[in-house]
């Protein structure tokens, strides 16, 4: 007799490519957020026109259900989220039935919206303003353990509106990635058998550990706690030899010396 | 007569708290209108002389009288003061029942916001927030007569993926409250070590413990959101069955 595993699909549900949306998200001026689903192609998609999507927002732990209609025609209206946190990394899981029945056809989980992820969805970390209280940043780990989740770097919307303006900010650069780095290695450090594991959020590390020069990480002790910090510092300070980290150090010396600050690339 | 919600400050809290700690007298109730440890919270009334035999008489009454028009949800739920000083001016209905007299409160995190993991438990919070989500839906959590705070309000509250969703309490109720709105019996029932190693067992199966599992499962296939309550619980696998046996009578 067969057996379910994580290869069959005996529902025939079909996961959809995060690439065929772009979802906006913005402030609503009144401490919330709305968001609204810019462009997505169901062609590209493989679904029937007149297939109906959902959108479920989630922050931190709450979330709010949408109807978006059919994909051929869906709403492209922004939808308010006050009911959901502000200072809680926004994602979105996009479900699939027809019209006639409830049953799925597709899902997509873990989309961000563009303005909260900037250009760095292709990355390994996402970057993402909040409203924080008076903390500038915060690392949030992946509470699950799917692939589609990231490590979600908090930055105080007062400070950084964008994603794109931490991540190209001399001071963010020299600051906080360094020990966002060290917290990532530390959190692998303490279950290196899931970067062997293509469901978790880890796995994707292996290159980027890899292409930084640093060995991958054995199995620890469960309380030798010196030699997984030993091996997550190996990992800082190779982080912070890459090119674009020297770059921010340039620049955030030059204006510690007095100097203007060279504009951002 | 109604009078303007106020809001304790931190003394007021405090003061209320070891009341709490140590109840020999009569609860603080001159802390209600004491300037210096409460202030006022602008554009709501409410009835001090209201009893509430239920913590959804509550909700109840929070919703539909007090704060009808609420223009940012998490602003009021996020207004601790307010709500200590909402389970203070009703900590009759907010204590152990029976017995004579007044009984002895619960646990602090039910009268006062100790930490946010705990926030759940706050019952003149939640019990307004439920009402407003769930309407009288809210009424299989909170509508024990026994106490303030039953095994049902812990079992599902305690989840935030399962607190806001508006299928899982319409079928809560579907399965599990009975026609005069009290719960079924059994319902909260823990399934044992032995009863999980004996097939033939069935204690604790579909109760309201293991709802939530068969919904976040059943959500990686279904758009539970657009199904009705009847829809839904004709899905549930057969532990539901003698639930939705009682729900279909």
């Known amino acids: 007799m ?21 979802v906006r998200a913005q402030d609503d001026g009144k401490g919330g957020r709305v968001f609204w689903l810019q462009s997505f192609d169901f062609e590209a998609a493989k679904l029937d026109s007149s297939v109906q999507m959902g959108c479920i927002a989630h922050a931190g732990s709450n979330e709010e259900y949408f109807d978006l209609g059919p994909v051929s025609s869906f709403i492209r209206t922004p939808f308010s989220l006050s009911g959901l946190a502000a200072d809680k990394p926004l994602k979105f899981r996009f479900i699939f039935n ?51 989740e990231k490590p979600n770097v908090l930055v105080e919307r007062a400070l950084f509106p964008t994603a794109i303006s931490a991540a190209g900010h001399s001071w963010f650069g020299v600051l906080v990635m360094p020990e966002v780095m060290r917290q990532i290695a530390m959190a692998i450090a303490e279950d290196p058998s899931a970067l062997d594991d293509s469901e978790s959020w880890v796995a994707p590390w292996v290159d980027f550990i890899e292409a930084l020069g640093a060995e991958l990480p054995v199995r620890f002790e469960e309380e030798d706690s010196q ?8 990992v800082v300070a190779r982080f912070a030899a890459k090119g674009v980290f020297e770059h921010h150090m340039r620049r955030a010396l030059a204006e510690m010396g007095g100097s203007e600050p060279w504009p951002s690339k | ?17 070891a009341w709490l700690s140590n109840p020999i007298d009569g609860p603080p109730k001159s802390l209600l209108e004491d300037d210096s ?54 900590i009759e209905s907010l204590v152990k029942r029976g017995g004579g007299g007044l009984g002895k409160p619960l646990a602090k995190p039910h009268y006062v916001m100790e930490s946010p993991r705990l926030g759940y438990r706050l019952i003149a919070r939640t019990a307004w927030d439920l009402v ?5 839906a809210a009424n299989v959590a909170l509508g024990s007569a026994k106490s303030p705070w039953g095994e049902m309000a812990e079992q599902m ?52 413990r293991r709802l939530p599992f068969t919904f976040k499962q059943f959500e990686r296939t279904y758009n539970l959101r657009r199904m009705t309550a009847s829809q839904i619980t004709g899905l549930l696998p057969n532990e539901y069955r003698k639930w939705r046996a009682h729900a279909e009578e």
Not at chain 1, 7 to 14: D, R, V
Not at chain 1, 227 to 234: D, S, V, Y
Not at chain 2, 162 to 190: E, M, N
């Open chain 1, 2 to 22: 067969g057996q379910i595993t994580r290869t069959t699909n005996p529902t025939g549900l079909k996961k959809i490519d995060k690439r065929h949306f772009v």
């Open chain 1, 98 to 148: 027809r019209c006639d029945e409830s049953l799925l056809v597709g899902y997509v989980d873990g989309v961000r919206a563009l303005d909260e992820a900037g250009a760095l969805g292709s990355s390994l970390v996402d970057i993402e303003p909040a409203s924080l209280r008076g903390i500038a940043w915060r690392l949030v780990l992946p509470e699950g353990t799917g692939t589609g």
């Open chain 1, 227 to 234: 030699a997984k910090q030993a091996w997550a510092e190996e």
């Open chain 2, 1 to 17: 007569m109604a009078i303007q919600v106020r809001s304790l400050n931190e003394l007021g809290q405090a003061k209320f708290v």
């Open chain 2, 37 to 90: 440890v409460t202030g006022v919270v602008d554009g709501y009334k409410i009835d001090l002389d209201r009893k509430f035999s239920t913590s959804y008489e509550l909700g109840q009454y929070l919703a539909k009288d007090v704060f009808v028009v609420v223009p940012d949800r998490l602003a009021l739920l996020d207004n601790h003061g307010m709500w200590a000083w909402i389970s203070l001016a009703f």
């Open chain 2, 132 to 136: 407003s989500l769930h309407g009288e």
């Open chain 2, 157 to 208: 509250t305690a989840r935030q993926e399962i607190y806001a969703h508006r299928s899982f309490w319409s079928v809560a109720q579907a399965l599990y409250a009975k026609p005069d709105g009290s719960v079924k019996k059994g319902v909260t029932s823990q399934r044992s070590k032995e009863a999980r190693r004996d097939p033939t067992n069935l204690a604790g199966l579909g109760g309201v």
